[in-house]
């Protein structure tokens, strides 16, 4: 399949093992800025709720490539044309699809790093890799960018039913524990195939395809948007603010040197064009922030202290959720519950007391959709074409409300 | 737990290890009445679309007391009173439960023991091992009939969230390999409950439960309905229809005592309460229907070799699907294709050229339903119950027509 | 991969899904001959100690392909090459291997097909096969016959590391939920190489043929010479010696016509280049077995209804095992016993009190070895490579002694 | 079971659901102490090799309770007497047995904290928690401690068949993915009895025995003892090491409060006793240590930022391993390579190329025994009771030399 090299072999408790049939792939893993991925958390801070859920953006990379392989594999035995040299770029493209990630990205994109998205990090750092790699990734990139000519190669990268997709619920359910997410991703796989340069699922994965939609929704609501690992998410939003606002004032704060060239400057989407951000951000990883929160325990800002000593020791907010907005006089009792109970301003209290929403629809046939092929050769978006389950149903948007107030 | 007996572990793939917490149940299980599940395949013929759904109705029994063991511990825990007279009755109800399950049930049904369903036979085979026991099943009889005074005993035998269904979801899921259908049991025990005597789940279950419904659904679709399992199905009714008939005849038929007994009697549902009726059912199994029909491959009826050759040999017949009953124009067409290739008459024609249909609803709220039991106090059915999946959609009946014809 | 045409897709609760790759495969699952191993389960009689192992020939067969299918890859991206061609000879001689079983193949050959081994039949099934495909089968009847140019390919199909092994082992613990004997196929042909014509193992390899070894001797305990497993086993020689008694007395048997061929005549070795012996063992399996034996319960002769019941309804006899020979006192003992409680003469006892003996070495460095790569090119086998194990030790021959008895 | 409380349920991976039986438990749980276990990897670096072995000491502590409910109930229903006393005793010994470890215990036990054993500082942090919960952990800190009048019940918490050893091998393999160390906890606790107030099994449970003790051996070899582990886990020794000589001359390194305690002091075994001591230590985990080296990266002392960066970027010295001591002109001239190259001295040459040893008996009869209970009432050590796999063999001690140098 490939030029011959010394391939490795990567233990996977999901898939068994996985290889890397080119060398570019080893060269990527190897540097530095891929193997930090092995320092950042899949799911932050879920591991909280689910201790077991302290999978990497690296597994989680590497596991997309060997689906990537299989999918490959599928198409051309039905007979579609992939290149070696497509082949290559479609699972170099997938390897680095999430390379932009930081640790607990939610969280940080929402503090200190605002504005800034993994998605364009990644292409901002995959431009790196290719600068020191001499154009090794052209390929990769253009396919990422959705330029390359043979669309479904894009999709396979990043669409509704994307590698990216199948191997993360895979992962995430197999590692938190929560079996209702598994997903047959073999045999979704093996349901591949091409129409008119688009990716299609032959009609008898339909049930495969109704499955992984309502896992995913599941998955939602019982992992991603799970109220403790929400409130530890938000908690997370809160002490970095709060740092942000001392180091704003000067105040002196613990922290790894990528860490406070974030925190003690104001770092904008505008400046990841400069050299120095870019390398500051590929040093941040889930140790500088965690490593930092744990010092702050002992900070005399007794806010950055007290919800620094909650996230460590696990005291984690309330939290009551609803599918209605909470009214202002709601949050404001629990608001004034706590002031009585610890002599806290109004102002201070918004750090321990504060309301917000989450939301989910698990299959948005808006965007991109998932097309059904037919024995007959029509093809149909999977919410008509399944009579069934109540897709129509899971298209609806889900909205739900959270009320996070302290315990006593 | 128990009285101090020589317990005995059985080896189960699903769940490790089976153990026999009563004397009794070792009793039941070595009783040939018992013994006899293990030469009757819970999924009859599906093992020729699914080679790994070999599983039998003995094991499926086991692993329900199995799952029973465990429900009985979590009701304990959370405070509910089961006498240790109660858990061994209602362990020995679901062991018990389909012990009046003869070979291929649906077929034998529909065809040469027409009228008589399981549950009831259930009933009669219990009623026969109480004698020879001494009385020792009054109470798990008592629990199965639902005229126990504790009801919730006969939900955990009996309802839409009974181990029985618990059980065989995983377990035909696992032995199909059809991993759409796994299920979270053990989650779903753990969050039993009991609220004016009747099972709920308690909220933080509800997304097991929207899964569990969900996976039956799938289940139907792709195992219990798969066409080719039903087109089987169909057949194996046909040729059980045409011995019948040859046996009416005065025709010899190569068969064993037991089924000669249904074939060449006519048996009706009364009839099982005479003695020679009920052992002469107790006899039969796989072994004599599917061995009889290896034999009938030669036999001088060219339909019954037939339908007999194209059952053993795997050369099954085509089906059509739809959500629409086909009209009498597409059969009549499907038909006179066949007379005009075979010069077979329009009444021999009937066995192979058929339509038919089945349906299925995931969940029934009209029946029994199942409950959830909220924080404060509440206790809804899941369909209202659930703001996320479209249960709602889930309880609508749907039905697919078959059109059943030869491959050419 | 293959010229294209109509793939099916099987799926294996073990590895998920088997493609066939070829069409040649496809032709000869659907053969008669082949669909005949459906009713053939691996492994007899286990079930009635371990309840899972229902699993059949055929599916053990179609694993054996897609083990094939991943040997056949490493090798190719190993840089050996091995064309179209023999890729569909090599994994058709491994679908094929084991078409010459019959049902119980081992008390079938101790009773009443003495003499004949599946080894040879599988051959005369094979060049049945090819004359009737017109010699689609020429490179795999080579290979299978060690005749090819190419040795490896052989090794593949029959050799101490051979994917039947491979399969067997892993198929055997997964039904019986012997967890113990769990395999890391995936990993040990990942680690498959070349030298020489020879299959070898490369180095990091050598821990997972140590537990390989290990647990194919730990399975031999545990499952195939499970005392009662052997006992049943046992018991079935003789039911069926104690039938062909019967036959030679022209007394009437309920039987099959294919059993009454091999019951009512004395077929030997010779006789299978006969047209007519082949179709009549091709037609038998477990259904023919265990029908007549149902019958048999009813039977005026003592000795055969009473096995049969015996066997029916598991009341099987009793074991003791022994590291030494019982001597004849010990099983005179038993037998006098038995005559004293039940007034049957010492022939008689002989079917009911009896010893034997069973052995087995975990690896057989005398015949064909494993043999490991190092990294220096040096090649050694496996039982000289390992400084861990102590392989020599399994290479001892261990003998076990038993001596059957009923149990009251 | 328990008195009736608020229950917490953990998700697990492997077992599927850990509950906490006792209030006493969960009290455990939430404290500082032991949510630190949560930043704790069980196999320190070993994810550099297996990169899904990120589980951590907290998840291990909680699967090993789980084993010790289900031992707990097979000796009670064996008819053994364990109190609720005893029984929340030793769950909670077991669930506190590991509390005493710090990050990467081996690295920092051979650096940084020299002569400081993790069993000693269990028991140490025992004692605290026990002042703090007034008592509650008395019955658990005796039978630990092996002075509870029940022997077996220490046995269950520390011996060569303990629930710690049970969970970590299933723990280890299961996340390494190295599926060759698999072990049947499962059965192995049911053929758990007791005779003469020892821990015995009953003598079918044999063979997972063997299989117990070849499983903990080939782990030993490819994972614990794995050549790349060993090198990162040297690395980190050598990388502490040169902090803690460059804290010795006042030079400053970034590092947590917690960190520099033990690096610019000298902290040995008996200042354990000091209350900041043990609170300094108890601040102690990954993240301090991990966080660290990231920054030493960029330090200005070569030998510090060269191993910092090797580690954080994972180019690992390369191993050679033999079976017997390399000699000194070997070592030599791999360091007058590296000096060669680099222009280092001989002194700093020492931090990148040295030999050292590992060694590992899978199984030590001398020590604490595991026993097998055969019918006839005899007791008999294991590797004498099993006349099947070479358990002989395997108490030998194998000692694997190891010689590190840089790649090139």
């Given amino acids: 399949m490939a030029t011959k090299y010394k391939k490795k072999i990567f233990n996977d408790p999901i898939y068994g093992f996985i290889s890397t049939p080119y060398e570019s792939i080893l060269k990527v893993i190897d540097h530095p800025y891929f193997q930090r991925l092995r320092r950042i958390k899949q799911l932050g801070l879920t591991h909280m709720v689910y201790p077991g859920a302290l999978h990497t953006r690296f597994h989680h990379a590497m596991g997309c490539t060997h689906l990537m392989k299989q999918a490959i594999?599928?198409?051309?035995?039905?007979?579609?044309?992939?290149?070696e040299e497509e082949a290559e770029g479609v699972i170099l493209a997938i390897l680095l699809h999430d390379i932009g990630h930081g640790p607990f990205s939610h969280a940080l994109e929402h503090s200190i790093v605002k504005g800034m998205h993994h998605e364009d990090l990644s292409e901002v750092f995959m431009h790196e890799l290719n600068?020191?790699?001499?154009?090794?990734?052209?390929?990769?990139?253009?396919?990422?960018k959705n330029e390359y000519p043979k669309h479904f190669l894009h999709q396979l990268v990043s669409s509704q039913l994307?590698?990216?997709?199948?191997?993360?619920?895979?992962?995430?359910?197999?590692?938190?524990?929560?079996?209702?997410?598994?997903?047959?991703?073999?045999?979704i796989i093996k349901m591949l195939d091409i129409v008119n340069d688009e990716l299609v699922i032959v009609d008898k994965g339909i049930y495969s395809i109704e499955k992984f939609i309502v896992a995913r929704r599941l998955m939602y609501w019982q992992v991603y948007l799970h109220k403790t690992v929400i409130s530890a998410e938000f908690m997370l939003v809160r002490?970095?603010?709060?740092?942000?606002?001392?180091?704003?004032?000067?105040?002196?704060?613990?922290?790894?040197?990528?860490?406070?060239?974030?925190?003690?400057?104001?770092?904008g989407k505008e400046d990841?064009?400069?050299?120095?951000?870019?390398?500051?951000?590929?040093?941040?990883?889930?140790?500088?922030?965690?490593?930092?929160?744990?010092?702050?325990?002992?900070?005399?800002?007794?806010i950055l202290s007290t919800l620094s000593t909650m996230i460590i020791n696990r005291q984690l907010l309330k939290v009551k959720v609803s599918k209605?907005?909470?009214?202002?006089?709601?949050?404001?009792?629990?608001?004034?519950?706590?002031?009585?109970?610890?002599?806290?301003?109004?102002?201070?209290?918004?750090?321990?007391?504060?309301?917000?929403?989450?939301?989910?629809?698990?299959?948005?046939?808006?965007?991109?959709?998932?097309?059904?092929?037919?024995?007959n050769g029509k093809v149909m978006d999977i919410s008509e074409a399944s009579d069934n389950l109540n897709i129509q149903a899971l298209t609806q948007t889900v909205r739900k409300y959270y009320?996070?107030?302290p315990a006593h």
């Fill in 162 to 187: 994307d590698m990216d997709r199948l191997d993360y619920l895979k992962r995430d359910s197999f590692y938190t524990g929560v079996s209702e997410g598994v997903v047959s991703n073999q045999r």
């Fill in 131 to 144: 600068k020191e790699f001499d154009g090794m990734l052209d390929t990769a990139i253009a396919i990422f």
């Fill in 324 to 375: 209605h907005p909470f009214t202002d006089v709601e949050l404001l009792s629990e608001k004034e519950k706590f002031m009585d109970r610890t002599g806290m301003t109004l102002a201070e209290t918004d750090y321990f007391v504060f309301a917000d929403h989450m939301e989910n629809n698990a299959y948005n046939p808006s965007s991109d959709t998932i097309n059904i092929l037919f024995k």
């Fill in 272 to 302: 990841f064009q400069r050299e120095e951000v870019i390398k500051a951000f590929a040093s941040l990883d889930d140790y500088d922030i965690l490593g930092a929160i744990k010092v702050w325990m002992d900070h005399s800002d007794q």
């Fill in 403 to 405: 009320l996070c107030y």
């Fill in 73 to 83: 594999e599928t198409l051309r035995s039905n007979g579609h044309e992939i290149t």
């Fill in 239 to 267: 002490v970095l603010e709060r740092a942000k606002e001392l180091a704003k004032k000067e105040i002196e704060l613990f922290c790894s040197p990528a860490l406070r060239f974030f925190l003690y400057q104001n770092v």
